[in-house]
Nanobody, 123 residues
Framework: QVQLVESGGGLVPAGGSLKLSCVSS?????????MGWFRQAPGKEREFVGA????????IYADSVKDRFTISRDNAKNTVYLQMTSLRPEDSGVYYC???????????????WGQGTQVTVSS
């Protein structure tokens, strides 16, 4: 069982930046997992934000965040990051990290999920 713990959420004004972190308990197997970020706004379904392959060579993003958000990982620290810039009120929501086997956009492709961290962007 892999445990994921997100941190770094908070309140930020529109146009600001925030960096989320997600630490995994998978130890030396961390670099075998694709890591994804998803978000869920109140009253909406959870949506894909981005994902990064185990060694970091492949990244994909949702169109809504492309060129504003960057995913990275430090396998030595068992940590994946989501750097968010030019934030908009519509970026608000609970952000979840997830671990899976393949770099894909679907929730079903991820086996393990964190509890989420709240991001609120004020207008």
């Amino acid at each position: 069982q892999v445990q994921l713990v997100e941190s770094g959420g908070g309140l930020v004004p529109a146009g600001g930046s925030l960096k989320l972190s997600c630490v995994s308990s998978s130890g030396r197997y961390f670099n075998t997992y694709t890591m994804g970020w998803f978000r869920q706004a109140p009253g909406k379904e959870r949506e894909f934000v981005g994902a990064i392959s185990g060694r970091g060579g492949n990244k994909i993003y949702a169109d809504s965040v492309k060129d504003r958000f960057t995913i990275s990982r430090d396998n030595a620290k068992n940590t994946v990051y989501l750097q968010m810039t030019s934030l908009r009120p519509e970026d608000s929501g609970v952000y979840y990290c997830a671990a899976g086997g393949i770099v894909r956009r679907g929730e079903k492709d991820y086996d393990y999920w964190g509890q989420g961290t709240q991001v609120t962007v004020s207008s």
